[in-house]
C-alpha cells in the first residue's frame, strides 16, 4: 500500500518564482462527490502530456493511502467532459527545491483563481523541513485547501475572512 506524507502551507508572496525549475499545467476532476459515507476520492488528472487515475483515503493530515495508475490522455479528458462531479480544478505546478526538499506550489486558476498553495511531501510524519521564507500559515489539517474540496466550494466562493485562513 502506497502512504503519501505531507504538508500544506498558503504562499505569502512570489519570491519563490525565482527558484521555480519546471512548470506544468494540471486538469483534474473528481469522479466521487464528498457527501455520504464516502471513505475515498477517485480523481482524474491530466498533468501535462501524461494522465493518471488516482484513488486517495479521505483522511485530514500529514498522511493518506494513495494510488495511482497511467491511463491514456484521451480517456482521461473524455472522462474529464462527462464524468468529473463539480469543476475541473486547474493549476500550474511548479517545483522548487529548498533545504533537502522539492516543494509543489500549485498556483489555481479558473474558480479557484487567486489561491496559491505549498506541499511539501515527507519520507515520514516526524520528518525535519526548512521552511522558506515564502511558506505562510500551514493548512494541512484544514480540508477546504484539499483539492476535492476546491471543486465541490470554489475558492472565488469564500468570504474575505475564509480567504484569510479564519
Known sequence: MAREIERKFLVEDD??????????????GYLTPLKGAVKSSVRVRIEGEQANINIKSLEIGLS????????????????????AVGPVIEKIRYLVDYGSHTWEIDEFHGDNQGLIVAE??????????????????????????????????PYQSWNENEKKGF
Not at 15 to 28: G, V
Not at 68 to 73: F, R
Open 15 to 28: 519570491s519563490w518564482k525565482a527558484l521555480a525549475h519546471k512548470k506544468t499545467h494540471f486538469a483534474q
Open 64 to 83: 493518506r493511502d494513495e494510488y495511482e495508475y497511467s491511463i491514456p490522455v484521451a480517456d482521461a479528458e473524455k472522462m474529464l467532459k462527462t464524468l
Open 120 to 153: 511539501v511531501e515527507m519520507a515520514s510524519e516526524d520528518e525535519q523541513i526548512a521552511m522558506p521564507e515564502w511558506a505562510g500559515k500551514e493548512v494541512t489539517q484544514e480540508a477546504r485547501y484539499y483539492n476535492i474540496s476546491l471543486s465541490e466550494y
